[in-house]
């Protein structure tokens, strides 16, 4: 099993930033693809970021030109660094990798979620 280890949430004000980090362990073979969701209270889980194995980024529009997703393959570790965050930005934050471990297929695996909070 993957396992996802999420650090870096917390309580930030309005216009403030935050940095994201997830730590993918596990004799993981390949990662495919390395991103971010998020989900608010009473909303269904969203993309927010995705970055693949030597492919383009990928945003939702509404966090376009203030987060910026990064990874580190040698480290297998995703990044998430949010700028200008906005009250609507408040949700419980979810690292997920795409990966492949040497005795099992290929599949998706989620971290225990972050929470980040927004306050005016």
């Known amino acids: 099993q993957v396992q996802l280890v999420e650090s870096g949430g917390g309580l930030v004000q309005a216009g403030g930033s935050l940095r994201l980090s997830c730590a993918a362990s596990?004799?993981?073979?390949?990662?495919?693809?390395m991103g971010w969701y998020r989900q608010a209270p009473g909303k269904q889980r969203e993309l927010v970021a995705t970055?693949?194995?030597?492919?383009?980024?990928n945003y939702a529009d509404s966090v376009k030109g203030r987060f910026t997703i990064s990874r580190d393959n040698a480290k297998n570790t995703v990044f998430l660094q949010m700028d200008s965050l906005k009250l609507e930005d408040t949700a419980v934050y979810y690292c997920?990798?795409?990966?492949?471990?040497?005795?099992?297929?290929?599949?998706?695996?989620w971290g225990q979620g972050t929470q980040v909070t927004v306050s005016s």
């Open positions: 997920y990798v795409d990966a492949r471990q040497a005795w099992a297929a290929r599949r998706g695996y």
């Open positions: 596990g004799s993981i073979s390949n990662i495919y693809v």
């Open positions: 970055v693949p194995s030597g492919g383009t980024t």
